[in-house]
């Protein structure tokens, strides 16, 4: 005889395993009686459906919902949902936009919320400087490109394009430097 077996702890359905015949108790009834394994029930559990677990509690089996491995947050922090059911206390399932949003950095939780990521005005300027120190790096190959007599005056010609457009970039964010 089948007898579904449920975790100790969490009561979530693990599977089928055969009971064992009870030889004194079926003599006696003169009927096959079978003994329950340990965390066990005879009684059938339901069809899985997705994002359900199935747990035995108060003597029969439920479909409980089930966000475990789904990412979430709280008023304490960021957190991987680990138990079965509704959701509890302040824990909030994160959207797939704020999963990209908190991986890519435009958004952090803050004060029990997630919220768009402000930069300090110390964080842009470094930002920019970086850069502008960049786009200076690139202005030196153009000008090495300009200066250099065995260059074809297509290399040249691309070499001014490029040149006058990182120039007008670091324009730009000089500008928002000075803004800041």
Do not use: C, H
Request: avoid cysteine; hydrophobic fraction near 30%; charge should be negative.
């Amino acid at each position: 005889m089948n007898a579904y077996k449920f975790n100790p702890i969490t009561k979530e359905y693990e599977g089928i395993q055969q009971a064992q015949l009870n030889p004194i108790q079926t003599e006696k009834q003169g009927k096959d009686i079978y003994l329950l394994p340990i965390n066990s029930t005879f009684e059938i559990p339901p069809e899985k459906e997705e994002g359900k677990a199935i747990v035995f509690e108060n003597d029969s089996w439920l479909l409980k919902t089930d966000y475990r491995g789904r990412k979430a947050y709280n008023n304490e922090g960021l957190l991987i949902i680990s138990y079965i059911g509704d959701l509890k206390g302040s824990d909030k399932l994160l959207t797939e936009e704020q999963i990209e949003g908190i991986e890519n950095g435009t958004l952090i939780w803050k004060n029990g919320e997630i919220v768009k990521y402000e930069k300090s005005k110390e964080e842009l300027k470094a930002e920019y400087e970086q850069q502008i120190e960049v786009l200076n790096n690139k202005l030196i190959r153009d000008i090495r490109v300009l200066l250099n007599p065995n260059a074809s005056q297509k290399e040249k010609d691309e070499a001014q394009q490029y040149y006058n457009s990182k120039m007008s970039q670091i324009e730009e964010l000089t500008e928002l430097i000075n803004n800041l």
